[in-house]
């Protein structure tokens, strides 16, 4: 009886320290079934294509109370990518573009975020695609879906230039800028507290 009580003042300690923002954990989220994250490339404001990828394992630690603890990655298995033009999927997998036959995987790892205000931020990291690793910055949204809220919305989004990373470089720019994007909702992983 008495170490159920101590159990239930540990419980409400640890309620109070972080509706305080006194944790010293940041809140782990997952994504939920039905959210995106995928690419792309357009010209003169005209969609070429588009693609999202069926198999990823996203992992996001946020806390609105401790964002310099905040962090992001996904890894992008690079052959699930569903297009909206299947026909050119041997083209965009080929050595060209992903060349997923070598680089089966993308991934991002952020290094800071920062508040813009009024719930977006600037997510800063590495992202790696065909081996290269380079600097980019998400411009994003984070907004919890209520005050009690369980689920996050998130929307981020970056742009690249293919050739950066090793694809060809396209034929008059056309083509040679890809947005990448993550958009849906996030939701508590009541597995897991990570220690940043």
Known sequence: MRKTHQHIQKVIVFSLMSMMGLGSYAQSWQLAPRAEIGFRIQSLG??????????????????????????????????????????L????????????????????????????????????????LRGVTRAVRFDAIIRPEN???????????????????????????????VDIYLKGYWTVNTGVIAAK
């Open 46 to 87: 005209v969609k070429i294509v588009e693609g999202k990828f069926d198999q990823v394992d996203a992992h996001l630690w946020f806390d609105t109370q401790q964002l310099s603890r905040a962090s992001a990655q996904f890894k992008l298995y690079v052959d699930s990518v569903s297009l909206s033009k299947p026909a």
């Open 89 to 128: 999927k041997p083209m965009i997998m080929g050595p060209d573009l992903f060349d997923a036959a070598q680089f089966k995987t993308a991934q991002f790892k952020s290094s800071q975020f920062r508040s813009k205000g009024n719930q977006r931020y600037d997510i800063v990291g590495q992202l790696t």
């Open 147 to 177: 005050e009690s809220s369980q689920r996050l919305w998130v929307e981020a989004h970056t742009k690249i230039a293919r050739s950066q990373f090793g694809m060809r470089k396209a034929v008059g720019q056309i083509g040679e800028h």
